[in-house]
């Protein structure tokens, strides 16, 4: 009878230790994905500001032809 007990808090114990690794995996992906989401929300920022930048050189460039057609 005491090597079921024996094997009852072992298995008990493998569970708890599973439990905590669990909590930390679950921990460690919400702080991946809220880095992943700073990084997208970053990423976007970026684009948008290079959108900007190349609307301007265009608009830019088409100001600076119609100046040299036309001075």
């Known amino acids: 009878m005491s090597?079921?007990?024996d094997?009852?808090?072992e298995y008990k114990e493998q569970i708890r230790l599973l439990?905590?690794?669990i909590e930390?995996?679950?921990?460690?992906?919400k702080s991946?994905?809220?880095a992943n989401k700073r990084c997208l929300q970053k990423l976007e920022?970026?684009?948008s500001d290079l959108e900007k930048a190349n609307e301007m050189i265009k608009d830019l460039k088409e100001t600076n032809?119609?100046?040299v057609e036309h001075p």
Request: negative net charge.
């Open 65 to 67: 032809q119609m100046l």
């Open 45 to 47: 920022a970026a684009t």
């Open 3 to 5: 090597n079921n007990n």
């Open 24 to 29: 930390e995996l679950q921990k460690s992906n």
């Open 32 to 34: 991946k994905d809220s």
């Open 19 to 21: 439990k905590e690794e």
């Open 7 to 9: 094997l009852i808090v």
